[in-house]
């Protein structure tokens, strides 16, 4: 009898029929309504987590420090500091809303965000789409500012103050970044908005102004205020002036040789630039003088060339003449003679160097310079000043108490770096002997406590950060060279090429026009670049706003021509080379097929066996199909 099979499907596997019955009623059945009400994530940083947290007792607290701890982990992973501000799961703008709104949290825990904070403004790429939170940021460090100088205690700053400075610094030094790169079009409400925060800062002026860091704090938020309200005008105001393009002179020429040296090439083919912008350097406003020097300071923790020819400037041992007087900048008198803003910013040049330069030559220059291998005047080296030769000079009474201010921080920071090195222990000895000199200063006491504990949170900053990653201050000036400096280097070649379309070179800013002096040298100086190779430098009158140096274009042009070159030689290298191993090849198989021959015949030999013998032997050898 014949079977019929039924196929039977079990949608939701073989289960038992109540409950299949039970599933098939439950999604028959119509959907039930809902409000529509948001419900909060888990992880969401609010307005009441925020007032939860500072009214908790201390015994409640405990709880909430669990709470506040993820969030900011998730924060900190959002504003990607392993990875240089970059990546899939980076989101900077949110990252830095949800730190000002957890920095409002009371207590120790406000510390660690700052720290975080402090640490992606110093890691993150100055990206356009940052600005609106960058404003929101600026905003709200201003608040800070004000609510703990009211007012800063006789005793060493807290870590709050400093990481509160430290932000401010970092967040002004972007918004002035995006004025100069011409990126703040359309942002006329944040402008004006902290045009009118800056403004109210004067009834802590006299907090701050007990101390110099302080003073040129004040001084940076009101000179990137003045700047921006030039560049970008208020609507309302009629009589404003046109826009302007606040680039220096001296922070263009800074430019090309920082160009040069992060491109690896030669410094002495560009160091007419450097000298050049050290002659401007001291005569331009107080924005432009301390960024052309934390120019400088990126640039001499890499070139060992640079930092000895700030050294012997220093000193005022380069002799240079000026035929207009007030034009030649910090080369035309010595470092007692600066004013104290231009010799806080040449120590603090110095102390970075002296921690954070790339090679050991670096660093023992800028501890101390002594007689200077690398610069000659007239064939005779010159001397320089590194941290312990402005320590003479302070034994010498030269010094004002602004400068000694700077010093003794910088010193203090250099001794708790270098103190448990165990090859640095004699240098260290040597910087606390030195640092004891100055402890009949005023306040020794206290400064050395601002800067033992500014020096304990950039350490802990710095734990989180991305190792040998780059910092703002380097991403700023990569901007500002890719803007201002384009890399246009035409390649010559005699072989017939297809034509190419032209690019047309992106445009320069107009700058403001400026009276130029004329400098020139009262001897000859040379540098030692190499082993046994001197370049003398600027022997002529020459106008500063058409140096004597050959042209970026031209430099990378020759150099571009000379790698071509070599990788043309390396191609035919590689052809030979490959024509011979052919060679060697064949004849190798040759030697072996003779010796294969050879050693048959001496078998056969051997054996006495006849040549029939051998052919039956080979065909019982051969598989037959």
Not at 57 to 76: G, I, M, T
Not at 434 to 441: E, G, I, R, W
Not at 537 to 561: F, G
Not at 595 to 620: G, P
Request: with cysteine; proline share 6%; hydrophobic share 40%.
């Amino acid at each position: 009898m014949p079977v019929d099979k039924i196929q039977l499907q079990h949608k939701f596997g073989i289960i038992s029929h109540n409950h299949r019955q039970n599933l098939l009623d439950r999604i028959s059945a119509p959907p039930t309504p809902t409000n529509n009400v948001r419900k909060p994530i888990p992880c969401e940083i609010s307005h009441d987590f925020i007032l939860s947290y500072n009214r908790a007792d201390p015994l409640e607290r405990s709880k909430f420090d669990v709470k506040a701890s993820q969030l900011l982990q998730r924060v900190k992973r959002r504003a990607g500091l392993l990875s240089g501000g970059s990546g899939r799961h980076v989101h900077i703008p949110r990252s830095w809303v949800e730190l000002t709104l957890l920095a409002r949290c009371k207590g120790p825990f406000r510390d660690d965000v700052l720290k975080v904070l402090f640490a992606s403004l110093l890691t993150a790429p100055p990206s356009v789409d940052n600005i609106p939170s960058l404003f929101l940021v600026c905003e709200t460090v201003i608040e800070w500012i004000k609510e703990l100088g009211n007012p800063i205690p006789e005793t060493a700053w807290s870590n709050t103050q400093i990481l509160t400075y430290n932000i401010s610094e970092l967040c002004f030094w972007r918004v002035y970044n995006h004025a100069l790169l011409h990126n703040l079009q359309g942002c006329d409400s944040f402008l004006s908005d902290l045009s009118w925060h800056v403004e109210n800062l004067d009834f802590v002026r006299k907090v701050y102004s007990k101390y110099p860091d302080g003073e040129i704090l004040l001084r940076l938020l009101e000179s990137i205020k003045t700047v921006l309200s030039g560049i970008y005008p208020s609507k309302e105001d009629t009589n404003c002036p046109p826009k302007k393009n606040f680039a220096s002179d001296g922070l263009m020429y800074g430019l090309d040789f920082y160009q040069c040296v992060r491109n690896g090439l030669e410094p002495s083919t560009s160091l007419s630039a450097l000298l050049t912008t050290l002659t401007l350097l001291g005569t331009e406003n107080h924005l432009n003088t301390v960024l052309t020097f934390k120019l400088l300071t990126v640039v001499c923790c890499k070139n060992y060339l640079a930092l000895q020819i700030i050294q012997a400037a220093a000193t005022g041992n380069l002799p240079i003449t000026d035929d207009t007087a007030g034009s030649s900048g910090i080369l035309k008198t010595s470092f007692q003679n600066w004013d104290w803003v231009t010799a806080s910013e040449f120590i603090s040049l110095l102390v970075h160097a002296a921690i954070d330069g790339e090679t050991s030559e670096i660093q023992k220059s800028a501890i101390q310079a002594g007689e200077m291998t690398s610069v000659r005047v007239d064939s005779a080296p010159v001397v320089g000043y590194g941290l312990l030769d402005i320590v003479g000079l302070n034994t010498a009474g030269v010094l004002g108490p602004a400068i000694q201010y700077a010093l003794q921080q910088a010193l203090t920071r250099l001794h708790i770096h270098i103190k448990n090195h165990p090859l640095r222990k004699s240098g260290a000895h040597l910087i606390w002997s030195a640092l004891q000199t100055m402890k009949n200063c005023v306040s020794h006491r206290v400064i050395v406590g601002i800067a033992q504990n500014k020096t304990n949170c950039l350490e802990s900053v710095q734990s989180e950060l991305e190792p040998h990653g780059k910092l703002l201050f380097e991403r700023i000036f990569d901007n500002l060279a890719d803007h201002y400096i384009p890399q246009n280097v035409p390649l010559s070649s005699n072989k017939p090429s297809k034509p190419k379309v032209q690019v047309p070179p992106p445009k320069k800013s107009p700058r403001a026009p400026y009276v130029q002096p004329t400098v020139s040298l009262a001897s000859n100086i040379s540098v030692i670049s190499k082993p046994g190779s001197v370049v003398k430098l600027m022997n002529k009158v020459r106008t500063i706003p058409d140096p004597h140096l050959e042209s970026y274009a031209d430099r990378n042009n020759k150099i571009l021509q000379e790698v071509v070159a070599d990788q043309w030689y390396k191609e035919l290298l590689a052809v030979f080379r490959a024509a011979e191993k052919v060679a060697q090849t064949v004849q190798e198989c040759e030697e072996l097929s003779e010796a294969e021959q050879n050693r048959a015949q001496q078998i056969v030999e051997e054996l006495e066996l006849t040549e029939s013998e051998v052919c039956n032997v080979m065909d019982t050898l051969v598989v037959k199909p």
